[in-house]
């Protein structure tokens, strides 16, 4: 029995164990199906993620070229054009950010990253907006919301982009006046909305162009490749310009000419102080892409001198607007973001009013090349740099190099009142004198009264070539360029705007020395630097002239050997012998106080009889002022009467 139990025994253990491995293969392939249901639809998830990543991206590719985006209810491709016409060419940059599905990923949202660079040297407007997402069937998609594109924008609006412009900053002259300010223009132009075609518009720029004389092709070329809607500008003139007149009578005979009121950057007359203060206009295509964004074309800018020179501070910073503007126009615009436009600064000078006017008009019928500048010696302050009509736009009072003559006298008189002699001091003035096989005279109506052995003052008043060159002996090296920087010569400028003062080289031979004593050979001087020497006289300390008071100006470098009170005063007496006893007696009755005055008389060039520079420097209590006439006959009888006639202006 036993045995019998045993084998049911056993035969019940087979029982259970293929009961036990029924049950674990039933679980093993419901976990197996579980399984595949898991996978499969994780699998499924992802895909519909990354479906829906992929149609997110293609909606910001879309949003950033300007196209319909692929969305339910999206405009139409001209439609779509309208909405955002008004951003011009303004780079947009979309970027989609990772898309949030539901839980059965069948719909979620995604957010979108703009960017509008409206400016290049600005930040960017940024800001995000979102797109509810939906999965039918194997294809996502979403509906098309304006507020996609821009927050608050809504249905039947567009984006609109407008620049700020900047207040461009004032020239202010000596008192903080203002010499450049806003003043009325008339722009002279065409305006292509006014013609009746392409064909019209061409002749029209020729007729207009031929009116006010500017260059016929440039100005028809540009009209021809401007938009139908464009007016472009010819010439502007000033609303007080006398021949207004006679192209406003001109123009409107013209189909599509016009005259545009409005107002610009201007010195108080067309020609005050220009070649050193410049102009403005649009800003050339050199401007633009220099500029890093900064300038677009069309910015009013500085071209030329001062105006140039302090763009950057003057012109200020634009801003801009984006605004949401009804498409049908029955609405105002709405402001969606805005940078203001920040004013340029203004540029304070030392230009007089009224001395540069006076300067400008003694040398208005000059004709060759000319200038007069005056200087304040007291503070160094410039109160005018003027440049005559025969100097074409240049700057000869601030960049005009040449030989000064004479007035280099001053120069000398000091290098020899150092050297031991006095004004009493008895030099030998000659008629002529030789030096290594060149002869040196003195001018052709030298007084004889003041030949022969004569106190250095007397030489010095008359102007004595021979007597000054016979000195030259007494003159160590370096004793040239040592007394012209004492005086500020060869000081570097500080004036805050392109110049030059002169250059003393040290002679390499014997009759280097000897002409340059008489301010021939290589010695240069700009009339600004003869000017500068006549301020130090006056002041007794080297001036370091200077014409911009803000951002351009620097301290100069201080002379090796400073001007002493003990040679100042005697330099002053030695020019106003000048007036008293020499070559100036014309200028003793100036009203106003005692004038000091130095003539000069410059030889150039290799024709006989050599061509001369004429040139005039004089002192009146703080004034110091220098004139040059090129291709004059004579210092004193060219330029003493446009000196005289200065002072005599300022004193009316």
Same mark, same amino acid.
């Given at each position: 029995m036993r045995r019998g139990e045993d084998e049911t025994t056993t035969g019940r253990g087979h029982g259970r164990r293929r009961r036990g491995m029924a049950v674990v293969v039933v679980l093993a392939l419901v976990l197996a199906v579980g399984t595949g249901w898991w996978w499969q639809d994780r699998r499924s998830s992802a895909a519909a993620v990354g479906a829906a990543q992929e149609h997110a991206e293609q909606v910001a590719q879309d949003l950033a070229a300007g196209r319909p985006p692929s969305l339910d209810g999206a405009p139409s491709e001209g439609k779509m054009g309208e909405v955002l016409e008004g951003m011009g060419e303004i780079a947009h940059t979309v970027?989609?950010?990772?898309?949030?599905?539901?839980?059965?990923?069948?719909?979620?949202?995604?957010?979108f990253e703009h960017a509008w660079r409206i400016h290049e040297d600005k930040q960017p407007w940024t800001y995000e907006t979102t797109l509810a997402v939906r999965r039918d069937g194997e294809r996502w998609s979403g509906t098309w919301e304006p507020g996609l594109l821009a927050p608050d924008l809504e249905a039947g609006e567009g984006l609109q982009a407008r620049r700020l412009s900047a207040e461009r900053g004032e020239v202010l002259g000596d008192g903080g006046r203002a010499l450049v300010a806003d003043r009325a223009v008339v722009r002279v132009g065409v305006d292509r909305s006014q013609t009746s075609s392409l064909g019209q518009a061409?002749?029209?720029?020729?007729?207009v162009a031929e009116l006010v004389d500017v260059e016929v092709g440039p100005f028809v070329d540009a009209v021809e490749a401007a938009g139908p809607q464009a007016f472009v500008e010819a010439i502007v003139l000033r609303a007080q310009a006398p021949e207004l007149d006679e192209v406003s009578r001109g123009i409107a005979e013209i189909p599509g000419a016009r005259g545009v009121e409005d107002t610009m950057p201007l010195a108080p007359t067309s020609t005050f102080a220009r070649a050193v203060l410049g102009s403005v206009g649009p800003a050339t295509a050199e401007q633009v892409e220099g500029s890093k964004g900064a300038i677009r074309a069309g910015d009013v800018v500085g071209t030329s001198g001062l105006q140039l020179a302090q763009d950057d501070r003057l012109r200020g910073t634009a801003g801009y607007v984006v605004e949401a503007v009804d498409l049908e126009g029955s609405a105002k615009p709405r402001e969606l973001r805005s940078v203001p436009a920040v004013d340029g600064r203004s540029v304070r000078t030392t230009l007089s009013r009224t001395h540069q006017e006076q300067a400008e008009a003694v040398l208005e019928d000059?004709?060759?090349?000319?200038?007069?500048?005056?200087?304040?010696?007291?503070?160094?302050?410039?109160?005018?740099?003027?440049s005559g009509p025969g100097s074409e736009g240049t700057s000869t009072a601030t960049l005009g190099q040449y030989a000064p003559g004479s007035t280099f006298k001053t120069v000398t008189a000091l290098a020899l009142l150092r050297s031991g002699i006095t004004p009493q001091t008895r030099v030998p003035c000659t008629t002529t004198t030789t030096v290594e096989g060149r002869s040196f005279t003195n001018y052709d109506d030298y007084p004889s009264s003041a030949t022969g052995d004569v106190p250095f003052a007397t030489a010095f008043a008359s102007s004595c070539n021979t007597a000054l060159i016979s000195q030259r002996d007494r003159l160590g090296d370096g004793a040239l360029d040592e007394a012209a920087e004492a005086l500020g010569l060869t000081l570097d400028p500080s004036l805050g705007v392109p110049a030059e003062l002169g250059d003393v080289p040290d002679p390499k031979a014997d009759v280097d020395l000897a002409a340059a004593t008489i301010g021939q050979g290589t010695v240069l001087s700009t009339p600004m630097g003869m000017a500068t020497v006549a301020a130090s006289v006056a002041k007794g300390a080297a001036v370091s002239p200077v014409l911009v008071l803000d951002g351009g100006s620097r301290r100069p470098a201080?002379? $090796? +050997?400073? /001007?002493?009170?003990?040679?100042?005063?005697?330099?002053?007496?030695?020019?106003?012998?000048?007036?008293?006893?020499?070559? $100036? +007696?014309? /200028?003793?009755?100036?009203?106003?106080?005692p004038v000091g005055a130095k003539t000069g008389t410059a030889e150039y060039g290799t024709d006989e009889p050599p061509r001369t520079h004429a040139w005039m420097i004089g002192t009146q209590g703080d004034l110091a002022v220098a004139v040059f006439v090129a291709d004059g006959p004579g210092g004193a009888s060219t330029a003493g009467p446009v000196l005289e006639d200065y002072l005599r202006r300022l004193q009316r």
């Open positions: 970027t989609a950010g990772e898309v949030s599905l539901d839980d059965d990923a069948r719909r979620g949202t995604v957010t061409r002749r029209s720029a020729r007729e000059v004709a060759p090349e000319s200038a007069v500048v005056a200087i304040r010696p007291s503070d160094g302050h410039v109160l005018a740099a003027a201080s002379p $090796a +050997r400073p /001007l002493t009170a003990a040679e100042s005063e005697q330099l002053r007496s030695l020019m106003r012998g000048v007036v008293t006893d020499g070559s $100036a +007696r014309f /200028l003793a009755d100036v009203p106003g106080g």
